[in-house]
C-alpha cells in the first residue's frame, strides 16, 4: 500500500478538480469524530479495568479460601439424574459468568484501544480490526449470561422445596436432558459463532475498502482516470454498511432472546427465593405435604421449632440476600436491554452513522458503555464474596434442619458432587442416593431421590 502521507502531499500541485476529489475522500475515510469521545473512551476503559479487577477479586476469593471453599465455587458443570433419563448438565452460572465477563472486558478493552489510537492517528492497519474486537467482546457475556439463565432455571426446576419435583407429571414434563443440554451449550456457541464470522467479514470489508481507497488516491495523484477505483471504492464501503447492519441485527436478535430467557428465570428464581423468605418469617409453611416416607425406621419425626430471636436473625439475613440479589438482577437486566438497544441503533442508523459526524461520535463510545452498569453488578457481587462468610460443612453430607431453611444449603446440596468410595467399580457410575441428610436426633425424611455421578 502506497504511503498515504506522500500522496497527499503530491496532491497539493494537482489542479482544484483532483484536490477537492481528495480533500472528500480523506474525510470520508478518515471520519472525524467530537474531541469529548476521546475522554469517553478513557473513562470506559477505566471502568473495564475494575471490571477486570473485580473479577479477578472474585475468582481469587475462592482459589485461597481453601479446599471446602474452591470444592464449593471453582466447577464449571454438573450432572443431576432425574429418573431412568440422561444427565441434566447443570452449570456454574456465577463462575461462568465471572470469568465471560472477565474475556469481555479484555476485548473491550482492546476494542477501546484500537479506537483510540484510530482518533489519534487513522493508520488503516489500526482500524481494521476494530469492528472484530467490538464483535468478539460481547460473545463471553452473552454465554456468561445463558449459563446463568439456565442455573436458575434447574435450581427452580429439580428445587427440593417443590413438593412435585419427583411426580411423574412434572417430570414428564421436562425436555429430554439431551435437548436441554443442547440448549444450554448450543445456544451461545452459535451466537460466538455468529459474532466471530462477523468479526472477520468486517476486517476482510475494511481491507477491502482500504485497499480500494489506497488505489483511487494513487490514480489522482498520478493523473490517471479515477473514474473506476472511486467506482470500487464506494462499492467497498456499501459493502462494509451492508455487513455491519446484518451483524447488527444479528446480535439484536440474540439479545432479545437472552433478555426474555433471562427474565423469565430471573423472575422464577426471585420468586423462589421469596418462598424461602416467607418460610423464614413464618409466613408460609415449609411442609405442606408429607407421603408415606415421613417416619422411618419407625421412628417418628420430630420437629423443633426455633427461638424467636434465631427466626429473627434468619430471616432478616435471607431478606438481605434477597434485596442484594434483586439489585444485582436488576443491573444485569439493564446491561442486557442496553445492549438490546445498542443493536437496534446500529442496524437503524448505521448509514447516518458513516455520514454523520454526531452519530459517528455516538457509536465509538456506546458501544462499550455498559462497562458502568456491569461494574455496579460486580461490585455488589465481589462485596458479598468478599463479607460473606463461608460455614457450609461438607457439600456431600450436609445438616439441613426443618427450623432453618437456607438458599445457600438448598443450592448447595443440590448441586454438590457425591464422593463415592474408592473400592467401588468404576463401571457402576449411577447410585440412587438420599441428597439431604438430617442430624441424628431428627428423623430424616428422603425428600428428594436423585440419580448422581
Not at 411423574?168 to 436432558?177: A, G, K
Not at 430467557?261 to 423462589?272: E, Q
Not at 465481589?382 to 460473606?388: F, G, H, P, Q, V
Not at 454438590?416 to 431428627?442: A, D, G, L, N, Q
Request: one cysteine or more.
Amino acid at each position: 500500500m502506497p504511503d498515504l502521507t506522500a500522496s497527499i502531499t503530491s496532491a497539493l500541485y494537482l489542479d482544484d478538480t483532483a484536490e477537492s476529489i481528495i480533500s472528500r475522500l480523506n474525510a470520508h475515510q478518515h471520519p472525524s469524530v467530537y474531541p469529548y469521545v476521546r475522554w469517553v473512551l478513557i473513562a470506559c476503559s477505566i471502568f473495564y479495568l475494575l471490571v477486570i479487577i473485580l473479577c479477578v477479586t472474585i475468582l481469587a476469593i475462592p482459589t485461597l479460601g481453601g479446599r471446602a471453599a474452591r470444592r464449593r465455587h471453582l466447577w464449571l458443570w454438573r450432572r443431576h439424574y432425574v429418573g431412568d433419563l440422561g444427565p441434566y448438565l447443570i452449570p456454574n452460572g456465577g463462575l461462568l459468568l465471572i470469568i465471560c465477563q472477565l474475556l469481555g472486558s479484555i476485548s473491550s478493552e482492546i476494542y477501546i484501544f484500537f479506537s483510540y489510537q484510530a482518533i489519534q492517528s487513522p493508520i488503516p492497519s489500526r482500524s481494521n480490526h476494530q469492528n472484530f474486537w467490538l464483535a468478539i467482546s460481547y460473545a463471553p457475556g452473552y454465554f456468561g449470561y445463558w449459563s446463568s439463565g439456565f442455573t436458575a432455571l434447574y435450581l427452580c426446576l429439580f428445587s427440593p422445596g417443590r413438593p412435585l419435583v419427583n411426580h411423574q407429571l412434572v417430570t414428564s414434563f421436562l425436555p429430554h436432558p439431551i435437548f436441554m443440554n443442547s440448549i444450554c451449550i448450543g445456544v451461545p456457541i452459535f451466537v460466538a459463532l455468529g459474532a466471530l464470522t462477523w468479526g472477520i467479514t468486517s476486517v476482510v470489508s475494511v481491507r477491502q475498502k482500504d485497499d480500494a481507497y489506497a488505489a483511487a488516491l494513487a490514480q489522482l495523484t498520478s493523473g490517471m482516470d479515477p473514474t473506476k477505483s472511486l467506482q470500487q471504492y464506494a462499492e467497498a464501503g456499501q459493502r462494509c454498511i451492508s455487513r455491519f447492519r446484518w451483524g447488527a441485527l444479528y446480535w439484536s436478535i440474540a439479545a432479545l432472546i437472552a433478555v426474555m430467557f433471562y427474565c423469565f428465570t430471573g423472575f422464577l428464581f426471585l420468586r423462589y427465593l421469596k418462598g424461602t423468605v416467607n418460610v423464614a418469617t413464618g409466613k408460609t409453611k415449609l411442609w405442606k405435604e408429607v407421603d408415606e416416607a415421613f417416619d422411618v425406621d419407625d421412628k417418628p419425626a420430630v420437629f423443633i421449632p426455633p427461638s424467636a430471636s434465631e427466626n429473627s436473625r434468619i430471616a432478616e439475613s435471607l431478606l438481605k440476600g434477597y434485596r442484594f440479589l434483586l439489585w444485582q438482577f436488576g443491573l444485569l437486566i439493564l446491561v442486557l436491554i442496553w445492549d438490546l438497544m445498542v443493536g437496534v441503533f446500529l442496524t437503524l442508523k448505521i448509514g447516518e452513522i458513516d455520514e454523520n459526524e454526531a452519530w459517528r461520535s455516538t457509536l465509538v463510545w456506546v458501544v462499550v458503555s455498559s462497562s458502568y452498569l456491569m461494574t455496579g453488578a460486580l461490585f455488589l457481587n465481589s462485596w458479598k464474596a468478599l463479607t460473606t462468610r463461608d460455614e457450609l460443612p461438607e457439600p456431600s453430607l450436609v445438616p439441613l434442619k426443618i427450623a432453618k431453611p437456607d438458599l445457600d444449603q438448598i443450592s448447595e446440596c443440590l448441586f454438590s458432587p457425591i464422593r463415592s468410595s474408592s473400592s467401588e467399580s468404576e463401571t457402576s457410575t449411577r447410585k440412587v442416593i438420599t441428597r439431604y441428610h438430617f442430624p441424628e436426633e431428627h428423623s430424616r425424611i428422603p425428600l428428594q431421590k436423585v440419580y448422581t455421578t
